[in-house]
């Protein structure tokens, strides 16, 4: 009888760590996907700024040089537009869709024992 008990015992603790180090992968991985996400905001943030910026100074030098500033914003605007379109059609899409197959791929993915 001890040595069943002994077993189960054996047993019980063989699986309650294997459920910790479910957790703590778990934990890992949803912990590097966050961190991802943090800086690509920021990331986008700091870019979003300096082409605000950007747009801004180039709408008034463009206003004072043709004499109307509503014109320059309106040219600084038609270009942004033309380069939004351009970058969604040809980087964004196909940048967009990689990060998530690879962060999904990450998440989901099956470690064996000992594979980092």
Do not use: C, P, W
């Amino acid at each position: 009888m001890i040595l069943f008990d002994n077993f189960v015992s054996n047993i019980t603790g063989f699986f309650e760590t294997k459920i910790e180090l479910l957790k703590l992968d778990i934990q890992e991985r949803i912990s590097t996907s966050l961190s991802g996400v943090v800086h690509l905001i920021l990331i986008v943030l700091v870019i979003f700024l300096v082409v605000l910026f950007a747009g801004i100074s180039m709408g008034f030098g463009l206003g004072s040089l043709l004499d109307n500033n509503s014109l320059g914003f309106l040219i600084v605007s038609i270009l942004f537009g033309v380069l939004l379109f351009i970058m969604y059609k040809k980087i964004f899409v196909g940048v967009i869709n990689k990060e998530i197959e690879k962060s999904i791929d990450y998440l989901f993915k099956n470690k064996k024992d000992g594979d980092k």
